[in-house]
């Protein structure tokens, strides 16, 4: 498929359920200084229930926020769902199911590209190449969170018989190549333990063989990776020694052409003594959403956020909304989808 325009956890039954959803589905930045994230919030009640919230993403200038639920009005085990608000100073509405792209299977994780036309997610339904697969759908207006067209697989290319999903779309601008990172249970991988790969996209907008990121990865389960959009920044989710159950890690770079710093985890005042996974670094640089099953949430696991101040004063000056990745379904060479 071309595309232009633009996850063993613990000994707790619930856990391997996650990683099956998953399958079936701090340092500053380099460059720049940040203040300590701030102690997570559970988004409430209105956006979490007594069910299982996941994969989060924002999209639509910080005013959309989607994600995967098994709650009661959906199509399938999981769907996607979406929470508006008018503002970012406004709380979250009531979810709304995406019914257009949801299936009577498993569809979870979501990610957009950078101006909100193209949606990523993870997907079990038939027609890919394995175990998860992902999928990606268009819309032409980046504002209509109910707009999108029929989902197509990524194909296989990137996709593989094993679990393939939680994609971070990177955009490198006029004179680089875009980058898909996602989670993947190929070898040296298995269905259980995952990891981050990445996938380069070339010029008549094709995703090429998929490369192991060997500085993110450990002997132990690393996923969802969601890196930040000047590409010197990424967040994951891993069991791997430092973390309690699951932990939240991070890793920088000094600039895209640079390997990945080794990863560090974000410590205390976000990761905790129960499981934190599945972490979205926002468009703006200064939030992150993540689920997690610590006490005093709705549910099974319940959508969090912390926030810090700006990372880097001069590489987010539209931090108020996501960048334009065009109207129609062209690159930023101008090459059209096919």
């Given at each position: ?39 997570p ?81 993870n ?40 679990f ?28 259980e ?65 640079h ?42 696991l319940d ?13 987010h ?22």
């Amino acid at each position: 498929m071309q595309i232009h325009g633009t996850s063993p956890l613990s000994k707790r039954p619930w856990a391997f359920v996650l990683m099956a959803l998953w399958i079936a589905t701090s340092e500053v930045g380099a460059g720049g200084n940040s203040s300590p994230w701030s102690a997570p919030e559970n988004l409430g009640p209105t956006v979490n229930s007594e069910f299982s919230e996941q994969g989060p993403a924002i999209t639509n200038r910080g005013r959309s926020l989607y994600f995967g639920s098994d709650r009661p009005g959906g199509v399938g085990g999981i769907d996607i769902w979406v929470s508006q608000r008018p503002s970012r100073r406004e709380p979250w509405g009531a979810p709304m199911n995406v019914s257009a792209v949801n299936s009577p299977f498993i569809d979870n994780i979501p990610w957009f590209s950078p101006g909100g036309h193209w949606m990523f997610f993870n997907s079990n339904r038939p027609g890919g190449s394995g175990d998860v697969d992902i999928w990606a759908a268009w819309r032409p207006d980046p504002e209509d969170d109910f707009g999108w067209e029929p989902p197509v697989n990524l194909g296989a290319t990137v996709n593989s018989p094993s679990f393939d999903g939680g994609v971070s779309y990177l955009r490198r601008g006029r004179h680089g190549r875009s980058l898909l990172y996602f989670a993947s249970g190929r070898p040296p991988g298995t269905r259980e333990r995952v990891d981050i790969y990445v996938s380069e996209q070339g010029d008549d907008g094709s995703f090429g063989p998929p490369v192991l990121v060997s500085e993110l990865n450990s002997e132990f389960n690393d996923a969802r990776p969601s890196v930040r959009s000047d590409g010197r920044e990424l967040f994951f989710f891993s069991n791997r020694p430092g973390s309690a159950l699951s932990d939240l890690w991070t890793s920088t770079r000094r600039s895209i052409s640079h390997p990945w710093s080794p990863p560090v985890n974000l410590g205390a005042t976000v990761n905790t003594a129960f499981g934190e996974f599945q972490p979205h670094i926002a468009p703006d640089a200064r939030t992150l959403y993540f689920i997690s099953d610590r006490p005093g949430g709705f549910g099974l696991l319940d959508l969090y956020v912390t926030t810090r101040r700006r990372p880097d004063k001069d590489d987010h000056d539209n931090d108020d909304h996501d960048d334009d990745d065009g109207g129609d379904r062209h690159d930023e060479d101008g090459h059209h989808h096919e």
